[in-house]
Nanobody, 122 residues
Framework: QVQLVESGGGLVQAGGSLRLSCAAS????????MGWFRQAPGKEREFVAG????????YYADSVKGRFTISRDNAKNTVYLQMNSLKPEDTAVYYC???????????????WGQGTQVTVSS
């Protein structure tokens, strides 16, 4: 089992940047495929980005491709989401997720963090 704690959310102006972090407990962090999801008010939770166990493979939702970068540090048990060129439509609660499966999707996530709020003002 793994516990996930997100941090780094906040209020930023459009065009700005934020970096989210997700710290994982346990000694088997490198066994998990990791990902980020988000949920805006009144909308369903959606996939944002995923990263393989080694960090060599990353994949993104079309809406964030070219603006967001997911990375991980297995020595620190942490996954990151660097968000650049933020838009008001990026406003949401961002969740970190972990899965023992090879691909991160909303249907494959096994563990979730509590979420961190990101608000982008226009």
């Amino acid at each position: 089992q793994v516990q996930l704690v997100e941090s780094g959310g906040g209020l930023v102006q459009a065009g700005g940047s934020l970096r989210l972090s997700c710290a994982a407990s346990g000694r088997t962090f490198s066994s998990y495929t990791m990902g980020w999801f988000r949920q805006a008010p009144g909308k369903e939770r959606e996939f944002v980005a995923g990263i393989s166990r080694s960090g060599t493979t990353t994949y993104y939702a079309d809406s964030v491709k070219g603006r967001f970068t997911i990375s991980r540090d297995n020595a620190k048990n942490t996954v990151y989401l660097q968000m650049n060129s933020l838009k008001p439509e990026d406003t949401a609660v961002y969740y970190c997720a972990a899965t023992l499966k090879a691909i991160m999707q909303i249907t494959t996530a096994d563990y979730w963090g509590q979420g961190t709020q990101v608000t982008v003002s226009s």
